[in-house]
T-cell receptor, first 116, second 108 residues
Framework: NAGVMQNPRHLVRRRGQEARLRCSPMKGHSHVYWYRQLPEEGLKFMVYLQKENIIDESGMPKERFSAEFPKEGPSILRIQQVVRGDSAAYFC??????????????FGPGTRLTVT | TQLLEQSPQFLSIQEGENLTVYCNSSSVFSSLQWYRQEPGEGPVLLVTVVTGGEVKKLKRLTFQFGDARKDSSLHITAAQPGDTGLYLCAGDGQNFVFGPGTRLSVLP
């Protein structure tokens, strides 16, 4: 059973360009979470998605950032007109969220975005 | 907003020593998870604790969930350099929240 996959692992963008980060959840998982991590800091929640639905985007900046999890294909985190402050590691996690009270998240290896 | 605090923030010890790191909150959580993150990698789930007072062991690691389900501890016996990493706790309550982590360095 393959784990959570993220690509690309490293992404370099110039200021003003767009960044697209992809996440394929574990097989059987229908819930995806995106986090941002700055160097030497913890994980900051950005958005929680289910197939074709955004459940919680309270951690997502209001402008330039968007996320989707289509019926088919990976989840995409999109950052438009990137700025230097967007440089960070972006992690995706998936969960089965099978209905039990307790659920666990399984993380991908992350995408390291560098904005030059 | 539910928050998790972790202490200490940094810990550097010699190989063979024992240590305990803590995860605390003023809120009650349905469950709590511990993760370890190594440089350049994503966090890896170590354990989930669900019941107040629960103790789980994973080789040299012992995890405990507080009776009131507001706090947890992770104890490592005879630490090894391979234990080096960022230890994160995460709680499942009103929202799923992560603590800021304890950065552990075990020196050979």
């Amino acid at each position: 059973n393959a784990g959570v996959m993220q690509n690309p692992r490293h992404l370099v963008r110039r200021r003003g360009q767009e960044a697209r980060l992809r996440c394929s959840p574990m097989k059987g998982h229908s819930h995806v979470y995106w986090y941002r991590q700055l160097p030497e800091e913890g994980l900051k929640f950005m958005v929680y998605l289910q197939k074709e639905n955004i459940i919680d985007e309270s951690g997502m900046p209001k402008e330039r950032f968007s996320a989707e999890f289509p019926k088919e294909g990976p989840s995409i985190l999109r950052i438009q007109q990137v700025v230097r402050g967007d440089s960070a590691a972006y992690f995706c996690a998936s969960s089965p969220r099978s209905g039990s009270i307790s659920y666990e998240q399984y993380f991908g290896p992350g995408t390291r975005l560098t904005v030059t | 907003t539910q928050l998790l605090e972790q202490s200490p923030q940094f810990l550097s010890i010699q190989e063979g020593e024992n240590l305990t790191v803590y995860c605390n909150s003023s809120s009650v959580f349905s469950s709590l998870q511990w993760y370890r993150q190594e440089p350049g990698e994503g966090p890896v789930l170590l354990v989930t604790v669900v019941t107040g007072g629960e103790v789980k062991k994973l080789k040299r690691l012992t995890f405990q969930f507080g009776d009131a389900r507001k706090d947890s501890s992770l104890h490592i016996t005879a630490a090894q350099p391979g234990d080096t990493g960022l230890y994160l706790c995460a709680g499942d309550g009103q929202n799923f929240v992560f603590g800021p982590g304890t950065r552990l360095s075990v020196l050979p």
